[in-house]
């Protein structure tokens, strides 16, 4: 039925539709049982989304990575980037000039860089190290050498260069080689990182402005006394300024005197100012021991730094010998006595043995060995030996062929010894006395094959005198004085004072550098009463320690002129644990000093100060123990 048709069925009358309409059944609807969910999801529907998701942007953002490397490698092959090592790499420094140096003339270095780099170099900062030697061209020279200088370059820009100019003075000894460095440091633009570059240089110092030798005679004998030449002479248009020269003296080389003296020990004198072709000549005396080694001399000249000891080094110069025993020679050998060294003390007594040998290829007749004794501290009286005779018109004792039958035949390597012995004079009074032994051996008949030739020994002992130097702390209850004060025996609860005296006293030599130090127990007083008043002597409340600094102690003190002294007051309050006690006052008291003469430490230790006033004639022996 076409929609027409229906429409004019429903416009007329009378029109019945039940019978083409039929109600449908319909049924109840049954709802789907949907499984409970869980906390844990189990939708592999989901996860399966979410894994393809991942993968996805993973897969972006890898490749994006891939193309940031392979952007950058490819600029920095293609040149247009250089970062890191790179950078230092295509940086050139170079160091030109004074290859080889004269020492005490100017030398010239140039330093040149170039940044090959495509980026610019930031706050660039180039610095020039010297060699040690290196003295600056203006003003004075200095003891630690010219520092390093340092100059700022900002910023040199991509395929920049420049050049940098650095002199200076330079010394050394003839054939070293000097050494510096030079560093650059710069940043590269658009890094934080900052690099260095290093580069290092030499020069070699062909000849010298101001020379320095050493000379010594053609043949040094063991034993015997020998001058070493020290010369220093300048080649210089301009003058050098204060000059130091300095020693090292080979092991076989023992050191008696020098003109001029030396300021510091033995080996430093001051040259003082060099004018232009100057000379400076030092002669040093010494006794040539015997030794198989080759010795060597060392002499520089410099400047030298008193307080501190360091030495800057111009110029140096080593002498190389060797020492030729004597034909017939004598030694020293001390067996007792000596204190150190060449050095001896007034009251000492020595057992020497003179050794002689006989180093000629052919026997000697009538040998004679004899040892004299030089010096006011030599007291003749007592010089013993058993086979020698002491001749008192020379000082001397001899061992003679008529008395020593061994003398009268000296057979080739043949050796032997005599022993003697003596003491130095023990009050002393006076300063810088030696003791100067002198031994030879002797032939009256100089053997065949030998005409013209020297074959006698000689050897020399010398001992410097070192001072006896006596110190002590005595304490008194009784004492001209002061008057003390308190009980004594000592009470408890009551206080006792006391006065406390130390003394130093001196034969000979200046003493130097005096000191003296002690402390006091918690339990006494410092009274602050010293004798006299400001003798020289503090007492720190902290510590509890006395100082005494009574200044150089001269030759003769207590003995031509009074002792040194100083005596100061303390008081003492005994407590009940120390009933029935001697109590320490004051502790042990120590002295130290330096013997100018000899430059030997002195230290004495003095017993501590008790209750029990040993040094007090007025005090009885009941007088030290505390009472209640």
Known sequence: MGLDDLKKKLSREGQDFSGRYERPELRRHVEKQVPRREWRRDDRSDDSSFMWRRIFWWGVGGGLLVIALVSVVVLIFSGGIRIGSNANTLLDLTVEG?????????????????????????????????????????????????????????????????????????????????????????????????????????????????????????????????EML????????????????????????????????PVRGDHIWSVGDLPPDGEFTVKI??????????????????????????FALFSSTTKSFEIAP?????????IQGQLEPGVATAGDS?????????????????????????????????????????????????????????????????????????????????????????????????????????????????????SRVAFSQKGFYTDSRIRNSGPLPPRVGEETTYLVVWSVTNTANDITGAVAHATLPSYIRWMNVVIPAGGGITFDPVTRELTWSPGAISPGVGYS????????????????????????????????????FTGRKVAITSREFTTSLDDDPAALQKDGNVRE
């Open 98 to 226: 004074s290859e080889e140096i004269v020492a005490g003339d100017k030398a010239v270095w140039k330093v040149a860089y170039h940044n090959n780099n495509t980026v610019a170099l930031l706050d660039t900062v180039i610095t020039f190290e010297f060699p040690p030697t290196a003295q600056s061209l203006i003003g004075d020279f200095s003891t630690v050498g010219l520092p390093r200088q340092q100059l700022s370059l900002g910023t040199i820009a991509p395929g920049g260069k420049g050049e940098e100019m650095f002199s200076a003075i330079l010394f050394g000894a003839e054939g070293d080689t000097q050494s510096g460095k030079v560093f650059l440091e710069y940043r590269p633009e658009g890094s934080s990182v900052r690099l260095s570059k290093e580069v290092a240089f030499s020069s070699l110092v062909t000849s010298s402005l101001l020379g320095i030798s050493v000379e010594t005679p053609e043949q040094l004998k063991s034993s015997q006394e020998a």
């Open 561 to 596: 002129t009074r002792a040194k002294e100083v005596a100061f007051q303390i008081g003492f309050t005994p407590s009940v644990p120390q009933v029935g006690t001697m109590p320490q006052l004051v502790s042990e008291a120590t002295f130290e000093g330096v013997d100018a």
């Open 326 to 334: 004597a034909f017939l020679a004598v030694s020293f050998e001390t």
């Open 285 to 310: 005396k010494g006794k040539i021991r015997e030794t198989v080694a080759v010795q060597n001399a060392r002499a520089k000249v410099g400047l030298y730094d008193r307080t501190t000891g360091n």
């Open 350 to 466: 020595f057992i020497v043995n003179v050794r002689w040998r006989n180093n000629l290829s052919v026997p000697v007749t009538n040998a004679t060995v004899d040892v004299r004794f030089e010096g006011e501290a030599v007291d003749l009286r007592t010089i013993k030996s058993e086979r020698g005779e002491f001749n008192p018109a020379q000082n001397a004792l001899v061992w003679v062929p008529g008395r020593i039958p061994e003398l009268l035949v000296v057979e080739p390597e043949e050796e032997g010894a005599f022993g003697f012995e003596f003491r130095t004079k023990k009050d002393l009074v006076g300063k810088n006395f030696t003791v100067r032994l002198t031994s030879s051996m002797r032939a009256p008949e100089v053997p065949e094959g030998y005409a013209g030739v020297d074959i006698n020994g000689l050897a020399t002992e010398e001992f410097k005198v070192a």
């Open 230 to 261: 020290v010369r220093i002479v300048s080649s210089a248009k301009t003058p050098y300024r204060g000059l130091w020269a300095d020693v090292e003296y080979p092991e076989a080389f023992e050191y008696i005197s020098a003109d001029p003296r």
